[in-house]
């Protein structure tokens, strides 16, 4: 299956300071990258969608300006946390689509990652 | 929007059976996934269904009925490692991308 990678895994900072996430699909190109948030024992939250070479859509209730994303290439996304606050602290976790269509409508996930905002 | 349901927590032993059922309320529905998650990890993709009926994948299997709003994974012969998260989401079309909504995650618990 197709693979993404996710880094870094874990993060520890102070609050204030922004933490960029990076996720890349490594075998496959990715027009689509999505960016969910988890807190312990709840469900997947969809933060926001990113398409290559445009501005990312933001489910309701995401600060843009908070959690900016940038999808440069066709392998890669990135998710910035801009002056963290102990509240943002989660696990955060990247999927990518294939086009393949025998993979359509699979979401390939990355390992996630940890932030605690101190 | 959308909203699903599934049950919270469901414990077996090895080598049973389970069912996990999930029922949905979405526009715009394209198709009922399933994914596990073991704690602390990523989501890993098991099944698809798009059209009503049965996907088998070795010892998983997921149904679909989309004029009843409801699917299920089945899991058998149960082994210790399929103790995990398991959730349902839908596939749902937003704009030019095909989202994924998941549903709450049912905690399954394999005792030997």
């Known amino acids: 299956g197709a693979v993404v990678s996710q880094h870094p895994s874990r993060v520890i900072c102070k609050s204030g300071t922004s933490v960029k996430i990076e996720c890349r699909s490594l075998?496959?190109?990715?027009?689509?990258m999505f960016w969910y948030r988890q807190f312990p024992k709840q469900s997947l939250m969809l933060m926001a969608t990113?398409?290559?070479?445009?501005?990312?859509?933001?489910e309701q209730g995401v600060e843009k300006d908070k959690f900016l994303i940038n999808h440069a290439s066709l392998t890669l996304s990135t998710l910035t946390v801009t002056s963290a606050h102990p509240e943002d602290s989660s696990f955060y976790i990247c999927?990518?689509?294939?086009?393949?269509?025998?993979?359509?409508?699979?979401?390939?996930f990355g390992a996630g990652t940890r932030l605690s905002v101190l | 929007g959308q909203s699903l349901e599934q049950p919270s927590e469901v414990t077996a032993v090895e080598g049973a059976i389970v069912q996990i059922n999930c029922t949905y309320q979405?526009?715009?529905?394209?198709?009922l996934s399933w994914y596990q998650q073991h704690d602390g990890g990523a989501p890993t993709f098991l099944s698809y269904?798009?059209?009503?009926g049965l996907e088998e994948t070795g010892r998983f299997s997921s149904f679909l009925s989309r004029s009843d709003s409801y699917g299920y994974l089945l899991l058998q012969e149960l082994q210790m490692k399929d103790s995990a998260s398991y959730f349902c989401a839908v596939s749902v079309s937003s704009g030019s991308a095909r989202q994924l909504t998941f549903g709450s995650g049912t905690q399954l618990t394999v005792l030997p």
């Open positions: 075998d496959f190109q990715a027009t689509t």
């Open positions: 979405t526009s715009g529905f394209y198709g």
């Open positions: 999927s990518a689509r294939t086009n393949r269509p025998t993979a359509k409508n699979i979401q390939y």
């Open positions: 990113s398409n290559e070479g445009s501005k990312a859509t933001y």
């Open positions: 269904n798009g059209l009503d």
